[in-house]
């Protein structure tokens, strides 16, 4: 708008400036497309099911059909004028086709990138740009072979065979070589970013001069990067803010200066474009939800997909532009355009907000927590590794829960990286490989781990390792989904801060922030381990020793929960379990609050506990009542038990009274409740490790999982 002024942007932006500001944007958008090739991994192609193969080919082709029939018609019973006539055959293409790095910036903004919707979009939006690169090959050498003489026709081949043949064989070795050659543990090192610049540079500049446009040279490069650590990943961490906070927003703004909603006079073009805008969009919707309605999935979550690869952005834009510079569409085209891509993508986002919540799918029809198993039940877990130096710690916590042949466990390891030097999310299984490697990953080496732990324990535990490459903010996805797939029962998630010899190293707030929303959409029981670097190898521990665990229980669902994991832990020959009851000392003062359903279930399943006291062994089964008063008498007992155990169970809900609100005191801002927040405080300097146990708070029709008629299961 401001550049329709004469004067404001002969001043602002004057003609000389205007030139080099035409060549930064140029130079913007080829580094933005060299990155998308970076992060762009080709063997989604190859990976993806015929869900995503279906989408990306019919939501290319049906729009691409129907519209290009409607552009036909137009122009063959209406007389169209010469330039919408002209402009037609390239507009079409654009709006049949599904960019993926527009559909992988727009599912990061709605935080979806890793959802089921989202790895769908992601997978089809690659198929449908592979349908659009071989279109317009075809159309391209189609165009040469008409127009070109037959030496520059064989001059074009050669030299575009010698440019692939070179990135294929020469720089794509280079690359690998420097991969090999940098540690996981160690950035690459400077001179190798610089020499990947200076080829880019190099690469686009021969690309203009063989024919071959800049922006494809700098992709083509890009692909051949391999995605991911370490080489892909430091080249976007070091070229990922200049391009996306200087020269995009020129981009941006250059393309700006061209619109000019005045022009707009024919209102004959305004709507024929609008009406085959409206066509693609149809199409693209048909073509996009008809596999999945086939499918059976909801017709919410097909819709939103749909509309998803609707969505118009920064490709459309520098296509927009290129037929502008070549004089393929005028001014009034070109802003009617790029008007109508914004007002449909703007659209489209809030409405995809309101259809789709990934977090609906994870609601349980059945109850799953370990209170509800019965005692030859498979356990199932969900063990989620962050760096290796959680792997002991929770082995050591599966191990003290007696595995054996009458008490399985099915462990499902997931191994979380954060997502960096690729553009899509990643959640696939891990595949041994026949000879192990020289230099294992760090991946390798968790898996490794927990596959040695099956093989102590041969035919009584079943190991399936999962990787899973996410944005921190959207990694819950990956938990809660694998969680409701695999049927476990249980999610155990490392605690946000790890001690290291006495001392305190709190990690980033992005793990805390995954374990929040863990707790919150979970489909199953979440237990969060703090590991306190006591927890001895149980393996290694004679029949003598004891493995001990103690209970804190105050009462409800989260406590009861924990004590039904102590219970099954007690089972184990090894282990001793003691149940620290606390019972305020006022006559009519509650230690928590809560239902009589709650207390009369609180007060069954201590009952059932004392009675197996009653025939164990009084050193390995025991059973204790606390008469407290105040918060700082629930402190004293909690730091006398973290000194003389190896694990503490303690619920993270539970409900208010006058002790817990002088304890909620401790730490405000926690999320493992008002006990849990003080067993994790280093004040406490306790020996113990500590599991914080969330009872499944999601399951279908109930709004408080009490109210079950189901809640327990008893052997007759």
């Given at each position: 708008?401001?550049g329709?002024?004469a004067?404001?942007?002969?001043?602002?932006?004057p003609?000389?400036?205007?030139?080099v500001l035409?060549?930064?944007?140029?130079?913007?958008?080829?580094?933005?497309?060299?990155?998308?090739?970076?992060?762009?991994?080709?063997?989604v192609?190859l990976?993806?099911g015929?869900?995503?193969l279906?989408?990306?080919?019919l939501?290319?082709?049906i729009p691409?059909?129907?519209?290009?029939?409607?552009?036909?018609?137009l122009?063959k019973?209406?007389?169209l004028?010469?330039?919408?006539?002209?402009?037609?055959?390239?507009?079409?293409?654009?709006?049949?086709?599904?960019?993926?790095?527009v559909?992988?910036?727009?599912?990061?903004?709605?935080?979806?990138?890793?959802?089921?919707?989202?790895?769908?979009?992601?997978?089809s939006?690659?198929?449908?740009?592979?349908?659009?690169?071989?279109i317009?090959?075809?159309?391209?050498?189609?165009d040469?072979?008409?127009t070109?003489?037959?030496?520059?026709?064989v001059?074009?081949?050669?030299t575009?065979?010698?440019?692939?043949?070179?990135?294929?064989?020469?720089?794509?070795?280079a690359?690998?070589w420097?991969?090999?050659h940098t540690?996981?543990t160690?950035?690459?090192?400077?001179?190798?970013?610089?020499i990947?610049l200076?080829?880019l540079?190099?690469s686009?500049?021969?690309?203009?001069?063989?024919?071959?446009?800049?922006?494809?040279?700098?992709?083509?490069?890009g692909l051949?990067v391999?995605?991911?650590?370490p080489?892909?990943?430091?080249?976007?961490?070091?070229?990922?803010?200049?391009?996306?906070?200087?020269l995009?927003?020129?981009?941006?703004?250059v393309?700006g200066?061209k619109?000019?909603v005045?022009?707009?006079?024919?209102?004959t073009?305004?709507?024929?474009?609008?009406?085959?805008f409206?066509?693609?969009?149809?199409?693209?919707?048909i073509?996009?939800?008809l596999?999945?309605?086939?499918?059976?999935?909801?017709?919410?979550?097909?819709l939103?997909?749909?509309?998803?690869?609707?969505t118009?952005?920064?490709?459309?834009?520098?296509?927009?532009n290129?037929?502008?510079?070549?004089k393929?569409?005028?001014?009034?085209?070109?802003?009617?355009?790029?008007?109508?891509?914004?007002?449909?993508?703007g659209?489209?986002?809030p409405?995809?907000k309101?259809l789709?919540?990934p977090s609906?799918?994870?609601?349980?029809?059945?109850?799953?927590?370990?209170?509800?198993c019965?005692?030859?039940?498979?356990?199932?877990?969900?063990?989620?590794?962050?760096?290796?130096?959680n792997?002991?710690?929770i082995i050591?916590?599966?191990?003290?829960?007696?595995?054996?042949?009458?008490?399985p466990?099915?462990?499902?390891?997931?191994?979380?990286?954060?997502l960096?030097?690729?553009?899509?999310?990643?959640?696939?299984?891990?595949r041994?490989?026949?000879?192990?490697p020289?230099?294992p990953t760090?991946?390798?080496?968790?898996f490794?781990?927990f596959?040695?732990?099956?093989?102590?324990?041969?035919?009584?535990?079943?190991v399936?390792?999962?990787?899973?490459?996410?944005?921190?903010m959207t990694m819950?996805?990956?938990?809660?989904?694998?969680?409701?797939?695999?049927?476990?029962?249980?999610?155990?998630?490392?605690?946000h801060?790890?001690w290291?010899?006495?001392?305190t190293?709190e990690?980033?707030?992005?793990?805390?922030?995954l374990?929040?929303?863990?707790?919150e959409?979970?489909p199953?029981?979440?237990?969060?381990?703090?590991?306190?670097?006591?927890f001895?190898?149980m393996?290694?521990?004679n029949?003598r020793?004891?493995?001990?665990?103690?209970v804190?229980?105050?009462?409800?669902?989260?406590?009861?929960?924990a004590?039904?994991?102590?219970?099954?832990?007690?089972?184990?020959?090894?282990?001793?379990?003691?149940?620290?009851?606390?019972v305020?000392?006022?006559?009519?003062?509650?230690i928590?609050?809560?239902t009589?359903?709650?207390?009369?279930?609180?007060?069954?399943?201590l009952?059932?506990?004392?009675?197996?006291?009653?025939?164990?062994?009084?050193?390995?089964i025991?059973?204790r009542?606390?008469?407290v008063?105040?918060?700082?008498?629930?402190?004293?007992?909690?730091?006398?038990?973290v000194?003389?155990c190896n694990?503490?169970?303690?619920?993270?809900?539970?409900?208010?009274?006058?002790?817990?609100?002088q304890l909620?005191?401790?730490n405000?801002?926690?999320?493992?409740?008002?006990i849990?927040?003080?067993?994790?405080?280093?004040?406490?300097?306790?020996?113990?490790?500590?599991?914080?146990?969330?009872?499944?708070?999601?399951?279908?029709?109930?709004?408080?999982p009490?109210?079950?008629?189901?809640?327990?299961?008893?052997k007759?």
């Open positions: 708008m401001l329709r002024d004067s404001f942007s002969a001043k602002v932006f003609t000389k400036s205007r030139l035409d060549t930064v944007s140029v130079f913007g958008f080829m580094l933005f497309v060299f990155l998308i090739g970076v992060k762009m991994d080709l063997s192609v990976r993806s015929k869900k995503a279906a989408v990306g080919i939501g290319f082709f691409l059909v129907l519209a290009s029939l409607v552009a036909f018609l122009d019973f209406l007389s004028d010469h330039d919408i006539a002209r402009a037609l055959p390239h507009v079409v293409p654009m709006l049949s086709m599904t960019a993926f790095p559909i992988t910036c727009f599912l990061d903004e709605l935080k979806i990138l890793n959802s089921e919707i989202g790895r769908l979009a992601s997978s939006s690659v198929i449908s740009d592979v349908c659009l690169w071989s317009m090959c075809v159309l391209s050498f189609a040469l072979a008409r070109s003489s037959v030496i520059v026709i001059g074009s081949l050669v575009s065979v010698l440019f692939f043949t070179v990135v294929i064989f020469v720089i794509r070795p690359a690998l420097v991969i090999r540690p996981e160690r950035p690459v090192k400077e001179r190798y970013i610089f990947a200076v080829i540079m190099v686009g500049f021969a690309g203009e001069v063989i024919g071959i446009h800049a922006t494809t040279a700098s992709l083509v490069l051949i391999p995605d991911g650590p080489l892909g990943a430091a080249l976007s961490e070091t070229l990922d803010c200049f391009v996306s906070l200087l995009l927003p020129i981009f941006f703004a393309s200066l619109v000019d005045f022009c707009i006079q024919n209102w073009n305004i709507g024929v474009l609008e009406l085959v409206f066509v693609a969009f149809v199409g693209k919707l073509g996009s939800m596999p999945l309605i086939i499918c059976r999935m909801p017709f919410r979550d097909a939103s997909l749909g509309l998803i690869m609707n118009k952005g920064i490709v459309e834009l520098a296509i927009l290129d037929i502008k510079n070549k393929i569409v005028n001014d009034e085209i070109y802003t009617i355009m790029i008007v109508s891509l914004v007002a449909t993508t659209v489209i986002s409405i995809v309101f789709y919540d609906k799918r994870y609601i349980a029809y059945k109850r799953r927590t370990i209170l509800h019965r005692g030859n039940d498979e356990l199932r877990i969900l063990a989620c590794i962050h760096h290796q130096e792997v002991h710690s050591s916590l599966l191990q003290a829960s007696n595995i054996t042949k009458d008490s466990m099915d462990l499902v390891v997931l191994h979380l990286v954060k960096m030097g690729r553009a899509s999310s990643l959640l696939v299984p891990h041994q490989k026949d000879k192990p020289r230099n760090q991946s390798e080496r968790i490794n781990a596959k040695k732990f099956e093989e102590q324990n041969p035919g009584f535990l079943n399936h390792c999962y990787k899973g490459i996410a944005p921190y819950h996805n990956d938990v809660c989904s694998l969680a409701l797939e695999k049927r476990t029962i249980l999610i155990i998630l490392p605690f801060k790890q290291s010899s006495g001392e190293n990690s980033s707030h992005a793990h805390r922030h374990n929040k929303s863990v707790l959409k979970a199953c029981s979440v237990g969060i381990l703090i590991d306190h670097r006591s001895k190898s393996h290694k521990m029949e020793s004891t493995f001990r665990v103690v804190l229980f105050f009462g409800g669902a989260d406590d009861r929960e004590l039904a994991y102590g219970q099954r832990m007690s089972d184990r020959s090894s282990v001793g379990l003691t149940v620290v009851r606390f305020n000392s006022g006559p009519t003062a509650e928590v609050a809560g009589e359903r709650s207390k009369m279930l609180d007060s069954d399943i009952r059932n506990f004392k009675s197996k006291t009653k025939y164990g062994s009084v050193e390995k025991e059973y009542e606390k008469v008063g105040c918060g700082m008498d629930v402190i004293v007992v909690a730091k006398s038990v000194n003389s694990l503490v169970l303690v619920g993270r809900r539970h409900g208010d009274s006058t002790i817990m609100l909620g005191k401790w405000e801002r926690g999320d493992l409740g008002a849990g927040e003080i067993l994790a405080a280093s004040e406490l300097k306790g020996e113990a490790s500590v599991l914080v146990v969330q009872q499944q708070t999601r399951l279908w029709g109930l709004k408080d009490e109210e079950s008629t189901h809640l327990r299961r008893i007759l």
